[in-house]
Structure formats: structure tokens, C-alpha cells
């Protein structure tokens, strides 16, 4: 419990604790747990809407519990004698629903604030603001923090300036992943993850489905044959992506906001500039999967001396230009790794480096720097095919400078032949020449998403090839096709003498 000290305002006093988390979203409640672990110090976490953030309620969750009937079914069909139909639609969000905690139209976060009690963390509802060193103002209530403040207010969507767009209330993120009803023509704006797990759900739960893509390939931040793959996957399954193509102006003159993942009126069109000049589409809904904004407008970053946008933190996520070492930022808000797992990872060093200062022990061990974020950072795409891919790739580790080899081929193991009859799929490394350990690893396959931990392994670990060698995948599951990569690699290495 928090304790009110002298400065009592007539407002209900000022409310003193060790610890003041802004936002109650993964990185944050890892923050705040771990910077009072074992300890007797205080934490509150200030939250406007869902303690649980947007990972558990409108990201990750909903959006792997629609995508993942649509890879049973796929298994399913790879295989003779299964017979599978569906995805029925009323269970799939039956069951979303009930990952979210969706009640009459709300989330229920209670099983996330009872977390948050019984790690003895106070939860204030309401949107938290600074308001100079060490003070946070919720409301009229002036909280003091004695250690550290942690900002972890996370990200919303970007939604482009296009004429019309915004007056045609485009579905963003929230809706598409808390949708209730499936528009039959869906327009998606983007090619990065959003869009093609979007996609992936809208098109299995039967929508036809437009991607508009500005550039010329689908997500750019892995290895260009996993875009491809899930491209040719798409566009199989009669999805058209239109590559090169920007929206110019959209309309919908019965725009009407139903509520959340409900269709948002009528009609919408968009007029667009492709590479054969400009095309008109309609849809009944158009979904943005443009980009993240930081939520740092009104959280008073001012007041400390910071501009606004994304929060910059050295590797102890201490905010970069405020003395002191009392404001920390955790999470998509610091712009290093937009994903929960790494947001919650950068919570956990956080915390621990609040609770060493606190105590005045030394941070000089690896435990208190987020060093992963720099080298080691692990993603699944849970499209179908699923991308996994960790650390560099190729054309990253060569403009990082290092010297490099690659190795790279289809995934055809006895483990997949047996997985599935249709099971195609493609794996590469990155491999630094100088010191012969794994910079990167990507994957593309179905489920190669569970294979990505052993890579992870070897990136953040730094393990010799020649090490990894004496790991043996057991046979005859998927991840022989490591061994394979390892013989490929000693095989070029070989013929190069
Ligand atoms: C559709 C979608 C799917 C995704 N799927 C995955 C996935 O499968 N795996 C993955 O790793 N990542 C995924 N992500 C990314 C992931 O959601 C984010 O990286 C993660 O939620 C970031 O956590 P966070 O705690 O930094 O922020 P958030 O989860 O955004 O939480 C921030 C919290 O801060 C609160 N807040 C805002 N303003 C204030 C204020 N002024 N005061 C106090 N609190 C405030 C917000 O209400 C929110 O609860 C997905 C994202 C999207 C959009
Ligand atoms: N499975 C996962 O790990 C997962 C799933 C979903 C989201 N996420 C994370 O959430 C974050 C947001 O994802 P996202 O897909 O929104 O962002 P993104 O940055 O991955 O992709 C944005 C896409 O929008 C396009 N775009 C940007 N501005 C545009 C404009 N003005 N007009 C047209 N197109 C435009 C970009 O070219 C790109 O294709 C990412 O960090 C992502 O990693 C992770």
C-alpha cells in the first residue's frame, strides 16, 4: 500500500511508492514485478483501458486464436484419409472470445489485475501523465515515485493521411482482430505482419481479400523468400495482392460506426495508383495495417525535458537525456523491438536493474543489458505457411559489416514428408565467417514457428557450428532439416577448398 506523505493536497494527497508503471500492458507488468520481486517495495500500475495491454486483447491473442483453425484445417487436409471441413466461423470466435475475456461488448481484465495484487502491485485506472521528476498525475491524484517511473503505454495504429480514409472509418488492427462480423470484400492497406496474418483469418473465415502493397514484396523485415512463400500461399487461396500499389483517396459515403469489429457502414472504395496506372476497388470493409504510432501524445514527456514520438533507452532502458537514472521505457514505446515477448524481456531487465539500483548493487553483469534486442531478436509470423526467423538477415549482417556465408534449402525431411503430404517449406542461416556461429536463421514452412527456439539458442549463445554439430535432432521429426542445413553448409565449405 502506498504511503501519503506531507505534501497532502486537498485532492486526496499525494500517493508515494517505489514504483510507477505507466501502462499495463506486457513490458510493463514485467516491469513492475520484477523491480519489487522479493522485496517489500511498492509498485502501482497506472492503466487507462485493460491491464493486459493490446497483446492480450486486440494483438496477439485474439489474432493467433483466428489464425489457428485455419492450420488445423490445413493440416488436416495434407493428410488422406482426414476428412475436415470448416472453420466453422461462430466457434472460431466463440473461442477468440473467450481468449479475450469478451464480455457484452467489453474485455473482463480481472484475472490480469488479480496477477497484479498478488504480486503486490497496485492497479490506479486512468491515464497517467508526468508532471516533472519522479511524479506521475492520474486524474486529479498526484502519485510520487521514491525509485523509478517505467513509461509502457505501447503503440496504436497508424492510419496514413489518404484523402477520405480516416472519414471512411477504416477498420484498424482492433477490429480486425476482435471482428464479429465477416465483410464478404475486405481491402487490406500493407504487406508487413499485420496485414498478412490478417489476411491469413479474413480469407480462411471465407472474405475475398485485396492487399494493396506499397512496395514489391510482402514482409520486408525477413528474408525475401519467406514474403515469397506466403505470397504464392495467398495467392493460392485466391487472395490478390497488388504489389506497388498505393491507396490515393478513398470514399464511403455511409460510414457509420457499428463498433468494434463491426462492419463500419457501407460500401467503401478506394482509388489507387498501381504500376498500370490508377484502379478503382470496392469493398464492404478496408482494413489499415499501416504501422504503429507511439501512445506518447499527453503522457507528459515535456515536462521532463523529452520531445515527443518514441522514447529512446540505452541498453538498461534508462531514458536517454533525463539525469538521474529514475525514468525507464519498456516496451513498443522504445522503438527496439516492437513484439510482446521482447517488450517483456526488456520488463524483466528493467526490473531487475531498478531493484540492483535500488539495493546499490553493481550492474555490471549481462542479466541487466538488453542485449538481445541488439542481436538476437526472435519473430514467428503465424501466416500459413509460418514464417520464424531470428537475428540478421544476409543483407543486414553485411551492411552490420561482417563477413558472411549463407546456406539455405527446402525443407523435405522425413519429419515434414510425414507431418503432411503437401508439406513444402525453406530454411536458411546466417553464418558469421570470422567466428563461425549463426547470425541469423529463417524458416518457412508450416509450423516451422516451434523450430525457431533452437535458433534463438544458437544466435543469442553464439554457438560454434562445430557445437552445434553434436546437437542431434532426434529423427524423424521436422527439425532434421538443422542437420541438413549443417551438412550443406560442410559440403560448400568443402567444395570452396
Ligand atoms: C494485430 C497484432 C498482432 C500482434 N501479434 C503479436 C504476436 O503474435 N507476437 C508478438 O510478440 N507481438 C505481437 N504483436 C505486437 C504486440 O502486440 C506488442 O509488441 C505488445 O503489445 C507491446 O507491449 P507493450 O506493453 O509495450 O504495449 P501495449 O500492449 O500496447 O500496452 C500498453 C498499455 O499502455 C496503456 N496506456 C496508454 N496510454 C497510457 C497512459 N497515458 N497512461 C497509462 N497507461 C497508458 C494502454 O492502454 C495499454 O494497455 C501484435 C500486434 C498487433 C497489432
Ligand atoms: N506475429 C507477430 O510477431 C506479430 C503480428 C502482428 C504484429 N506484430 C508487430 O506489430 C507491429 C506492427 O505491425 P504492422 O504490420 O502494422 O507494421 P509493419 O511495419 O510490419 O508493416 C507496415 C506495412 O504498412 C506499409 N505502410 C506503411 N505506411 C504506409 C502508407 N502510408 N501507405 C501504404 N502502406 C503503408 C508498409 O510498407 C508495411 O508493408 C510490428 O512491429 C510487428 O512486428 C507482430
Not at 493440416?75 to 488422406?80: F, I, R, V
Not at 483517396?249 to 460506426?257: F, G, H, I
Request: charged letters at 20%; hydrophobic letters at 40%.
Amino acid at each position: 500500500m502506498p504511503d501519503n506523505d506531507s505534501d497532502a493536497t486537498a485532492d486526496g494527497g499525494v500517493a508515494e511508492y517505489d514504483v510507477i508503471v505507466l501502462g499495463g500492458g506486457p513490458a510493463g507488468e514485467n516491469a513492475a514485478a520484477y523491480a519489487i520481486a522479493g522485496s517489500d517495495r511498492t509498485a502501482a500500475i497506472v492503466e487507462p483501458e485493460k491491464v493486459g495491454g493490446e497483446c492480450s486483447y486486440w494483438a496477439c491473442i485474439p489474432s493467433k486464436a483466428l489464425l489457428r483453425p485455419g492450420h488445423v484445417l490445413g493440416a488436416a487436409l495434407g493428410l488422406p484419409g482426414i476428412e475436415a471441413e470448416g472453420p466453422d466461423t461462430a466457434e472460431v470466435l466463440r473461442r477468440r472470445d473467450e481468449f479475450v475475456h469478451a464480455h457484452n461488448g467489453d474485455h473482463d481484465d480481472s484475472s490480469q489485475v488479480e496477477w497484479a495484487v498478488q504480486q503486490g502491485i497496485e492497479v490506479i485506472r486512468g491515464a497517467g501523465r508526468l508532471d516533472g521528476e519522479r511524479r506521475v498525475r492520474v486524474g486529479d491524484r498526484v502519485l510520487r515515485a521514491r525509485s523509478a517511473v517505467v513509461l509502457a503505454t505501447g503503440t496504436h495504429a497508424a492510419v496514413p493521411d489518404v484523402p477520405g480514409l480516416r472519414d471512411a472509418l477504416p477498420w484498424t488492427s482492433r477490429d480486425a482482430t476482435n471482428l464479429h462480423e465477416i465483410p464478404k470484400r475486405v481491402i487490406v492497406i500493407g504487406g508487413g505482419v499485420v496485414a498478412c496474418e490478417a489476411t491469413t483469418w479474413l480469407s480462411a473465415l471465407g472474405a475475398e481479400v485485396t492487399v494493396l502493397v506499397r512496395g514489391d514484396r510482402l514482409l520486408t523485415g525477413v528474408e525475401p523468400f519467406a514474403g515469397e512463400y506466403v505470397a504464392s500461399a495467398l495467392t493460392a487461396q485466391g487472395v490478390q495482392i497488388r504489389f506497388g500499389t498505393r491507396p490515393l483517396r478513398v470514399t464511403r459515403p455511409a460510414a457509420a460506426d457499428h463498433g468494434e469489429g463491426r462492419i463500419h457502414g457501407g460500401a467503401v472504395t478506394v482509388h489507387a495508383q498501381g504500376p498500370d496506372g490508377e484502379t478503382t476497388l470496392v469493398a464492404d470493409e478496408i482494413v489499415v495495417a499501416a504501422g504503429r504510432v507511439p501512445n506518447t501524445d499527453g503522457i507528459g514527456l515535456e515536462t521532463v525535458g523529452l520531445p515527443g514520438g518514441y522514447v529512446e533507452v540505452d541498453d538498461q532502458l534508462t531514458v536517454a537525456g533525463v539525469p538521474g537514472e529514475w525514468l525507464y521505457a519498456v516496451g513498443d514505446i522504445n522503438h527496439r523491438a516492437a513484439l510482446t515477448h521482447m517488450g517483456k524481456y526488456q520488463g524483466r531487465v528493467c526490473g531487475d536493474v531498478i531493484s540492483a539500483r535500488v539495493a546499490g548493487r553493481s550492474l555490471s553483469g549481462p542479466r541487466y543489458r538488453a542485449a538481445a534486442d541488439h542481436h538476437a531478436v526472435p519473430q514467428v509470423v503465424f501466416t500459413d505457411p509460418e514464417v520464424a526467423a531470428v537475428g540478421l538477415t544476409a543483407d543486414a549482417a553485411r551492411k552490420a559489416g561482417h563477413e558472411i556465408r549463407t546456406v539455405e534449402l527446402d525443407i523435405a525431411v522425413a519429419g515434414s514428408a510425414l507431418a503432411r503430404d503437401d508439406y513444402t517449406g525453406h530454411a536458411a542461416l546466417v553464418i558469421d565467417t570470422a567466428t563461425d556461429t549463426l547470425l541469423g536463421a529463417t524458416f518457412v514452412g508450416p509450423d516451422v514457428g516451434e523450430q525457431l527456439h533452437a535458433a534463438t539458442i544458437a544466435v543469442a549463445g553464439r554457438v560454434p557450428l562445430d557445437a552445434l554439430w553434436h546437437a542431434v535432432p532426434a529423427f524423424p521429426a521436422i527439425s532434421e532439416f538443422w542437420l541438413r542445413l549443417l551438412e550443406t553448409d560442410r559440403s560448400s565449405l568443402r567444395s570452396a577448398v
